[in-house]
């Protein structure tokens, strides 16, 4: 049953997009889920670096009361904010309640927690996806944008858990991800090379930098609100760790209001408040820069052929498709108006 509610409730979310309604009959398909604000380093390209965040844990009450209110139509939660996933005690915990919902798991980590028992843990879980965050193929550079965290430690620590992924034959989708910087730009064929070639590995991603802290002057330019940003039909929605929910992850770090709390409110209701609404109907009027934090944004806009096919597919078969999406378009093998970053972003 839960099945057929998730693809009707695509097929709801499709003809929303395509026809630019405002009010939606249907929820988002994915979440990113900030289950703990504590981390235990500190990057220059992370938005905790200006946002300062509260050394908490999500409680039971918010996260159970959002799985629970999305268990019929959410896809894929993402269990990660601006905290690094394994500092939370109750992780494992969260994992299992989503699968018992039927919701696959998706967390991203620094790796430095990932020793062998934990590492054991994670493949004895119903977790779907794990990213492994490693941002350079050089010494020098990771411990430039990774600051507290040991080069050496964390390679081996993601070395070990992806050879007992292979040894285990275990189903869990390993993702290696490098967000691409200058600083580690010229290191990308290298961190390509070692990691497409580690058993175990899945998929070696290489991420533009989607935050502004790099590039305080960044921005989508006017010839980029063509299309809509799928964010608002698709999600995924941000919820951080007090529940506040926002239309995306981008929407909290450029500063904007929440559009709700979990604690408080429906989700239904904050899917389709106002504020959701009229940044909906300017999206799809081809107004989008009128909205202050996404004419500021620095997330791809992806082609409207793009968002059809992730909404055709279920949540899971998109997850996995997207690294080799973005890899074929930023090597040119895919038209790049498919993915089209912002162009202030293009150097």
């Known amino acids: 049953m839960n099945v057929n ?39 220059p390209m992370c938005p905790r670096e200006t946002h300062k965040q509260p050394k908490a844990d999500m409680t039971d009450e918010v996260f159970e009361r959002l799985v629970r209110e999305s268990g019929n139509t959410a896809e894929h939660m993402m269990l990660i904010g601006l905290g690094e996933p394994f500092m939370d005690p109750r992780i494992f915990e969260r994992i299992e309640f989503c699968h018992r919902h039927s919701i696959s798991s998706l967390l991203s980590t620094n790796g430095t927690f990932l020793d062998e028992p934990t590492a054991a843990r994670v493949l004895d879980s119903p977790l779907e996806q794990i990213t492994l965050s490693f941002d350079g193929a050089k010494k020098e550079t990771f411990e430039f944008y990774r600051k507290g965290a040991k080069f050496e430690k ?80 698709r999600g995924p929605m941000y919820v951080k760790q007090n529940g506040d929910v926002y239309p995306c992850c981008q929407s909290y770090m450029l500063d904007g209001a929440p559009v709700g709390n979990i604690q408080t409110e429906t989700l239904v209701n904050i899917w389709n408040s106002e504020t ?33 096919g992730s909404l055709i597919l279920h949540g899971r078969t998109v997850r996995r498709l997207l690294p080799m999406v973005e890899r074929l378009t930023y090597l040119s093998k895919l038209p790049a108006r498919l993915l089209r ?6 150097n």
């Open 276 to 308: 959701m609404q009229e940044m909906r109907r300017l999206h799809a009027s081809g107004r989008g820069g009128e909205v202050d934090i996404c004419s500021r944004c620095c997330t791809t806009i992806p082609h409207p052929a793009l968002v059809t």
């Open 5 to 43: 509610m998730r693809a009707w409730n695509r097929a709801k979310l499709l003809w929303g997009y395509l026809a630019g309604r405002a009010k939606l009959a249907a929820l988002p398909v994915e979440y990113i889920v900030e289950t703990t604000a504590k981390c235990n380093l500190y990057c």
């Open 154 to 233: 964390v390679r081996d620590n993601f070395v070990r858990f992806a050879r007992m992924k292979h040894e285990r034959r275990s189903k869990l989708q390993v993702v290696v991800q490098m967000v691409k910087m200058d600083g580690n730009a010229a290191e990308v064929d290298d961190f390509l090379a070692f990691w497409s070639a580690m058993p175990g590995v899945d998929q070696v991603r290489i991420k533009a930098d989607e935050t502004n802290l790099m590039h305080p002057d960044a921005g989508h330019a006017a010839a980029d609100w063509k299309h809509p940003c799928h964010y608002l039909w």
């Open 341 to 346: 970053p912002s162009r202030r972003m293009v």
